[in-house]
């Protein structure tokens, strides 16, 4: 785990859950780890805290393993006062039903927090489907029935830390106090998104590389491209993209005319 996200998840802890009297039943959702190195069961030791380690498979830091990634018949309704998770929820090719099943385990008035990036490059677990920004919080917390927080990305300003390049979004939401009828519907609505899941696996992610993707890389490796370096075309698209979102009405529509007459 690197260490931005690990800081961010101890600033969560003792933002939002320091004054609340425990014990606390905290769930990690794709918990697994490498023995040795860090994880976040050092930040919610007993007595305050009762962690419990989730994943799909055996592993170091894991209590309880998943049979179904999407259906937790292993972790009761109702049962938890705090889910966590980090760097899962970019892996998770269903997310906003692991989203929902946030929303069913916790009580009311429990706590979620999430840190998932918001750039990188891609990394294979056995898939890398996503990345979030800062309004996916708000949406993410919503559709699983929860109250958003707060919701922010890494900023480029702070200083450099190992994990910096990711990005990550923090998402802090809470499952408001209601009565058990609302709980009841509450549940039945998350109930539904979870019957959403398809019964056919997915196709392998390589398969899908056709002539549509050929024929743009193609075209993209013409004139400048060829020789230009990938980083410097990178820098020059991002500066190019913040110009424009920077820039008042009147000079886009002159930057319109500029790139088309300097496309002719």
């Excluded at 009565?179 to 392998?204: E, G, K, M, N, Y």
């Amino acid at each position: 785990m690197h260490e931005t996200s690990y800081l961010k998840m101890k600033a969560f802890r003792d933002s939002y859950l320091g004054s609340i009297e425990g014990p606390l039943r905290v769930i990690d959702v794709g918990s697994a780890s490498i023995e040795g190195q860090r994880s976040y069961r050092a930040l919610f030791d007993a007595p305050k805290f009762d962690y419990v380690g989730v994943d799909l498979a055996p592993a170091f830091n894991v209590d309880i393993i998943l049979k179904d990634p999407h259906r937790w018949t292993e972790v009761p309704t109702a049962s938890t006062d705090v889910v966590i998770s980090g760097q899962m929820l970019e892996h998770d090719p269903y997310f906003w039903v692991t989203i929902c099943e946030i929303g069913r385990v916790l009580r009311p008035g429990g706590w979620c927090c999430i840190v998932a990036p918001s750039r990188g490059p891609a990394h294979f677990f056995p898939r890398d489907c996503w990345r979030f920004y800062p309004d996916a919080g708000a949406a993410l917390m919503t559709y699983g029935g929860m109250e958003i927080v707060e919701t922010s990305v890494e900023a480029s300003t702070f200083r450099s830390r190992p994990g910096v390049e990711w990005g990550d979004t923090l998402v802090v939401g809470r499952l408001p106090e209601m009565d058990d009828s609302a709980h009841v519907r509450h549940l039945s609505r998350l109930s539904q998104v979870a019957a959403t899941i398809p019964d056919r696996p997915l196709p392998d992610y390589v398969a899908l590389r056709g002539p549509a993707t050929a024929a743009y890389e193609e075209s993209s490796r013409s004139g400048i491209h060829r020789w230009r370096p990938y980083l410097l075309r990178k820098a020059v698209s991002h500066a190019q993209w913040k110009l424009w979102n920077s820039a008042s009405p009147k000079w886009r529509e002159r930057l319109s005319r500029v790139r088309s007459s300097a496309s002719v």
